[in-house]
T-cell receptor
Framework: RKEVEQDPGPFNVPEGATVAFNCTYS??????FFWYRQDCRKEPKLLMSVYSSGNEDGRFTAQLNRASQYISLLIRDSKLSDSATYLCVVNVGVRFGAGTRLTVKP | SQTIHQWPATLVQPVGSPLSLECTVEGTSNPNLYWYRQAAGRGLQLLFY??????ISSEVPQNLSASRPQDRQFILSSKKLLLSDSGFYLC?????????????FGDGTRLSIL
């Protein structure tokens, strides 16, 4: 089993839709979790940290489920500009998922 | 504020040639520093990380090496490049002390080996 796994997608959704991604991790000792956004041919940029109690930043909500060892990212009211690849990061050992590609269409 | 500079942005090199990519961080002290490689359409692979001057940990054995001659300078090198070394190389930093801090990335170097 890979240390960090994500559904590669692509997820193709219409504008305004709600979309959710999951990321599973294998190391139960993992302590910190993040979501990054990567645009085509660009560097990853930090989108948000994931806190144990869950956290929200505008249209984005991140959740952590330690029992099942996954984190999730929910995007509400999708915008065209949300089209990107979303990477999850598990910081024990600094492991990146391969990313989930999202395309938001008009 | 902290900034990270990575150069060059693109590089085309012949097989067997040497390589030197440089990364510098400003606005912070004692950062953790990282080199990643991303093959086309793939995830990020951690190559090296450093918690201090002269302290380098290698994640994957290969023909690449890294050095940290100064606190905020991280260099990725190779004596002889292989075709498989093509990819997008990213330098990143994080606050020192733990793995609970997010990384922040430079703009990356796109390396093509001919």
């Amino acid at each position: 089993r890979k240390e960090v796994e994500q559904d590669p997608g692509p997820f193709n959704v219409p504008e305004g839709a709600t979309v959710a991604f999951n990321c599973t991790y294998s190391n139960s000792a993992s302590q910190s979790f993040f979501w990054y956004r990567q645009d085509c041919r660009k560097e990853p940029k930090l989108l948000m940290s994931v806190y144990s109690s869950g956290n929200e930043d505008g249209r984005f909500t991140a959740q952590l489920n330690r029992a099942s060892q996954y984190i999730s990212l929910l995007i509400r009211d999708s915008k065209l500009s949300d089209s990107a690849t979303y990477l999850c990061v598990v910081n024990v050992g600094v492991r990146f998922g391969a990313g989930t590609r999202l395309t938001v269409k008009p | 504020s902290q900034t990270i500079h990575q150069w060059p942005a693109t590089l085309v090199q012949p097989v067997g040639s040497p390589l030197s990519l440089e990364c510098t961080v400003e606005g912070t002290s004692n950062p953790n520093l990282y080199w990643y490689r991303q093959a086309a359409g793939r995830g990020l692979q951690l190559l090296f990380y450093s918690v201090g001057i002269g302290q380098i940990s290698s994640e994957v054995p290969q023909n690449l090496s890294a050095s940290r001659p100064q606190d905020r300078q991280f260099i990725l090198s190779s004596k002889k490049l292989l075709l498989s070394d093509s990819g997008f190389y990213l330098c990143a930093w994080s606050d020192r002390g733990s793995n609970n801090q997010p990384q922040h990335f430079g703009d990356g170097t796109r390396l093509s080996i001919l």
